[in-house]
Every structure is written in structure tokens, then in C-alpha cells.
């Protein structure tokens, strides 16, 4: 409750509160309203930007008893349940009446729909299914007074006034809390095609998403990118993984064992994920497109999963790189939208950076097909003063400077509050503020995460009942 699970935020809380129903939330933000007390709203605990622990002595206000599945329309295809339900749970859930969830996440185990929502996590499926923002058709959420707000419709179309449901996706409990969401689920495919493959250069990566894009069309659902020394960090740390392609033939095998040659990075690898609804249809055009791509030297090597466990292992690859960054040790984790060309350029002026100091290591990873790099720091010997000053803020500020995010789907939390500046503008920002303070006067709810210097803008009264 006190400790995020990369061990790297922590705080001081002596009260974890767990309630079952929109009526408990309510009463207790109301009572903590009233007592000018500060409460941490708290999921799967997941979050990799310390939103969802305490920073000091907050009320933890844990939302696993919440997790309920409240009705499922078959036609539709629209769920509806409580915020404490875990996202595979959801997923089997729906699978099973024909329908797959719009998000997937490595954390799908483990993390609460409600922290899905609160900080519009993205995931593997953006790229075909888009974000929460279009994907939530409405919430329960209780403010910071008590008060339940129900926007829990399940219609497409709702144009009448603002879309409030909106305020609450994203802001990571800071404005209410959710208790309840209403999602759009999408048909489950017939077919399921994946690709494991080998690039030269972070270019040819490009080159193949381009064609992807092209030749795959209607049917692409996932492009994802890892370099070499993620593959490292993943076959090393974890139990039983290792590279796809090493078992695809001599060649392949050859290729791993010299790390690939070429650009600094590379061998770089892909997964690239289709669905659709005739398997012979989408075979073939995945075959056609990997024909295309190893013939303009795009692609060096590659294999099409040939059954769910080859599927499963090519994923556990991909989805476990950041798993066996904290097993190896202490991670400082960048997660960055930008121009598709300008991502892999940023790893390599980090990587120059920490090279001088032992042990460290950069990795590049993400979700190429929608410009999400995450830039993970490896420090198996701990954090510290000097590693972070040379990251922060150039990394921050490199980013500015090519128009990017400084948060593409983690939030801001803690960690980046302080820095939100370098992707809104101080107009933007101080209206996030004003927000804030119009709906959490005693700004009780998550406090210090977020909004840059929230501390000043209202301070939390002690009460006195006297």
C-alpha cells in the first residue's frame, strides 16, 4: 500500500481503506472533506510514475473490493462494471461472449480498470482501437466533497452539453474518484496473425512500419519495436524466455549470437500483430507483406507465429522487458511521444551519456506504430544524485525541443509533475490549476501529483472541531 512495486516511491500511510460500494467511497471522501484529509486512491498499484502511493501520511483508499461485473450487452458490445476490476478478468470475461477489451497491457493481471481510466493508459491495442478517451462511453465518479456524479451511460452518441466523463480520464484521481465505467468492447477477430522480425536499422524499422501501414491496412492491430539490448535484458532476467528467431533457423541464430552489426542498437526487432476476420485472407497478406519487406533488405530474418504458444512467447518477450528491468535493478523509466524518426536518436544520446558510469545501460522499446518510445535507464547498483542529473532534464528537454510528450500513456504522477511545463504551456497549466481548486478546494485528493506547485494554491486545513 505504502510502496509502488518498482520500489521506488514510497510513503507513510497507517490507514488502508477498502470500500464495496459507490455509497462507502462517498462517505468517505465526504468525511475526509470535512476532516481536511489528504487520500491517495489506489488500484492494482501498477503505475510507474508514483501516482498511486501515498508521498506522505495519506489515506490509502484501495479500490480492489470494487470489482464487480455489472451487465454486458451482446449486441453492443458495451461493458459495464466497478473500478476495482482487474483487466484480464474483464478480457475473459468478454472473450467468452464473443468480444475482446480495447486496451491490453502487460500489467493486465493485476492492474483496475478505474487506474486504466485515471491515467488513460494506452497499451498494445492503440494502435487499432484508440485510446480511453474514445473508447469510455461514460463513469460514476464520487468528488472530493462526496458528492456521486453519474455519467455512466452507455450511448455512442450523447451530444448534450459537456463531456464531463472526460474530466476524470486522465487526471489520475486528483479531480474524483472513479467507481465505476461504461466501455466500448470490440468484436473478438477470427484471426489472430503475429511476425517476429529482424531489422537492420532503426530506419528499416521505420521502412517497415510504413509498409505495414500500406499493405496491412485494415487488419493491423500492433507494431511494437525493441532493440538489441532489450532483447538482452529480457532473455537474461527472465525465466525461459528467449529470442524467437533463435529457434527460426542457423542464420538466425548467428545473427543474435553477433548482436547484429549495423547501427548502434540493432539487430532491431518487431512484432507486428494482425486481426481480422478470415484467417486465410490475413495470412496471406502478411506473408505478402513480409515477402515485400526482406526484399527491399527491410527486414533481415523473421518468423509468423504458427500457434498460440509461439504467439505467447513472442509477447512475453516484448511485454517482459520491463519486468526484467527491475529485476536486474533500479530503473529510471521514460515514457515519450515523438516524430516516429526522431525516437531511436534520443536512446543514443542517452546511452552516450551514462556511458562512462559502470553497469548502466539504456533501452529503447514502445509502441513504434503510434510514436511511443519508452527509455529505460538500468542502474543495478541503484539510483542516484549523479545519474539522474545527467537524464533530467535533458531528456525533458530534448523532447520540448521536437515538439513531443513528456508522458505518452504512464501520466505524470510524482515523478513528473514538476516538469509538466515542458509539454503545456503555462496558459494550459494554470487552467489545470484552476480546475483543481474549483473541484478539490482542500485539495484532498492525491495530493502533490500532477500539477506543478499545487502547494500554493490552497493550502489543507487542519480541522478543528473545538
Not at 480492489?64 to 451482446?74: Q, V
Amino acid at each position: 500500500m505504502n510502496k509502488d512495486w518498482m520500489g521506488k516511491y514510497s510513503g507513510s500511510s497507517s490507514l488502508g481503506l477498502r470500500p464495496s460500494s459507490t455509497e462507502q467511497v462517498s462517505q468517505i471522501l465526504a468525511y475526509c472533506s470535512l476532516r481536511r484529509l489528504a487520500l491517495v486512491p489506489q488500484g492494482g498499484n501498477t503505475g510507474l510514475v508514483g501516482g498511486s502511493v501515498p508521498v506522505f501520511d495519506e489515506v490509502v483508499l484501495n479500490m480492489s473490493a470494487m470489482n464487480k461485473i455489472l451487465s454486458f450487452d451482446e449486441v453492443s458490445g458495451v461493458l459495464v462494471c466497478q473500478a476495482g476490476c482487474i483487466l484480464q478478468t474483464l478480457e475473459e470475461h468478454v472473450s467468452q461472449r464473443g468480444y475482446i477489451m480495447p486496451l491490453d497491457l502487460g500489467a493486465k493481471g493485476s492492474c483496475h480498470i478505474g487506474g486504466n481510466l485515471s491515467t488513460n493508459a494506452g497499451g498494445l491495442r492503440l494502435l487499432r482501437y484508440g485510446s480511453l478517451h474514445g473508447s469510455v462511453l461514460g463513469v460514476e465518479a464520487v468528488l472530493p466533497d462526496g458528492t456521486v456524479l453519474d455519467l455512466l451511460r452507455q450511448l455512442r452518441k450523447d451530444n448534450t452539453g459537456y463531456d464531463l466523463k472526460q474530466l476524470f480520464i486522465g487526471s489520475e484521481g486528483t479531480l474524483g474518484v472513479i467507481t465505476a465505467v461504461a466501455i466500448q468492447c470490440a468484436p473478438k477477430p477470427a484471426s489472430v496473425q503475429l511476425a517476429f522480425l529482424s531489422c537492420p536499422s532503426f530506419a528499416a524499422v521505420q521502412q517497415v512500419l510504413r509498409h505495414a501501414k500500406q499493405s496491412l491496412g485494415e487488419i493491423l492491430s500492433a507494431v511494437e519495436f525493441l532493440d538489441q539490448e532489450s532483447m538482452a535484458m529480457a532473455t537474461q532476467y527472465l525465466p525461459g524466455v528467449s529470442n524467437p528467431l533463435a529457434q527460426a533457423g542457423p542464420d538466425a541464430a548467428q545473427q543474435q549470437q553477433q548482436g547484429g552489426g549495423g547501427e548502434q542498437g540493432g539487430p532491431f526487432y518487431m512484432v507486428v500483430e494482425t486481426q481480422g476476420s478470415h484467417a486465410g485472407h490475413d495470412k496471406e497478406k502478411l506473408e505478402g507483406f513480409l515477402e515485400a519487406v526482406m526484399a527491399d533488405g527491410s527486414v533481415a530474418d523473421g518468423t509468423l507465429a504458427e500457434s498460440q504458444a509461439q504467439a505467447a512467447a513472442i509477447w512475453r518477450v516484448r511485454e517482459g522487458i520491463t519486468e526484467s528491468l527491475v529485476r536486474r535493478g533500479a530503473v529510471y523509466k521514460y515514457d515519450l511521444s515523438m516524430p516516429t524518426h526522431k525516437m531511436y536518436e534520443l536512446v543514443q544520446l542517452v546511452r552516450q551519456r551514462v556511458a562512462h558510469l559502470p553497469g548502466v545501460k539504456a533501452v529503447g522499446y514502445g509502441h513504434v506504430g503510434d510514436g511511443n518510445l519508452h527509455l529505460n535507464v538500468s542502474s543495478p547498483s541503484g539510483y542516484s544524485d549523479e545519474l539522474e542529473q545527467l537524464l533530467e532534464p535533458f531528456v525533458y528537454e530534448w523532447t520540448a525541443q521536437q515538439s513531443g510528450s513528456i508522458s505518452a500513456e504512464h501520466g505524470i504522477g510524482l515523478m513528473k509533475a514538476p516538469v509538466l511545463g515542458y509539454s503545456k504551456s503555462s496558459e494550459a497549466v494554470n487552467l489545470m490549476q484552476r480546475l483543481k481548486v474549483l473541484m478539490d478546494p482542500h485539495q484532498i485528493l492525491n495530493p502533490y501529483k500532477v500539477l506543478p506547485g499545487v502547494e500554493h494554491m490552497g493550502r489543507v486545513e487542519m480541522y478543528d472541531d473545538r
